[in-house]
C-alpha cells in the first residue's frame, strides 16, 4: 500500500535570522524546538513545530534573490479557529503589522523581512 505525501518541513531563507526569530516565536507563538550553528558558534538555523509532523526552519542566508514575479512559494498559511481569528487581527494591529488583505477565511500580512503570511481557517458547514 502506498504512503500518502504529507509536509515534512519549510524551509525559509532569511538574511537576518536573529532578527526574524522573536516574530515567529513570541508573536505566532510558534514551539521553537532547536537550534543549529556554524562551526564558529553562530546561529544558522532555528527550527518551530508546524503541528504534530511538521517542521519550519528558518535558514540563514547571504544570497537572497526575491520578486513578486517570479516563480516560488506564494506564502506560508497557518490555521487558526474561526473562534481566534478577531485576537489575531487585534494583535496584528496592535504590533502595528500590515494586514495587507483579507477574505472570509484568511488575514495577509507579512514577516519583518517581507515574507508573505497567511493565517486561515476553513469555513464552518
Known amino acids: 500500500m502506498k504512503k500518502k ?9 532569511t538574511k537576518q535570522l536573529e532578527h526574524l526569530l522573536p516574530f515567529y516565536r513570541d508573536f505566532l507563538s510558534l514551539e ?5 550553528r556554524t562551526e564558529n558558534g553562530t546561529l544558522r538555523s532555528a527550527w518551530f513545530s508546524l503541528g504534530e ?21 506564494h506564502l506560508l498559511s497557518l490555521a487558526i479557529s474561526k473562534t481566534e ?5 487585534t494583535k496584528l494591529q496592535e504590533q502595528k503589522i500590515l494586514l495587507e488583505h483579507e477574505t472570509e477565511y484568511s488575514l495577509y500580512f507579512r514577516d519583518p523581512e517581507g515574507n ?5 481557517h476553513y469555513p464552518e458547514k
Do not use: C, F, P, Y
Not at 505525501?5 to 531563507?13: D, T, V
Not at 521553537?32 to 543549529?36: C, E, I, N, R, V
Not at 481569528?85 to 487581527?89: F, Q, S
Not at 508573505?116 to 486561515?120: E, F, K, N, Q, V
Open 5 to 13: 505525501l504529507h509536509l515534512h518541513h519549510i524551509a525559509l531563507k
Open 32 to 36: 521553537h524546538l532547536q537550534d543549529h
Open 53 to 73: 509532523n511538521a517542521i519550519l526552519m528558518l535558514e540563514q542566508s547571504e544570497e537572497m534573490k526575491k520578486s513578486e514575479n517570479t516563480s516560488g512559494w
Open 85 to 89: 481569528r478577531k485576537v489575531w487581527k
Open 116 to 120: 508573505r503570511l497567511a493565517l486561515s
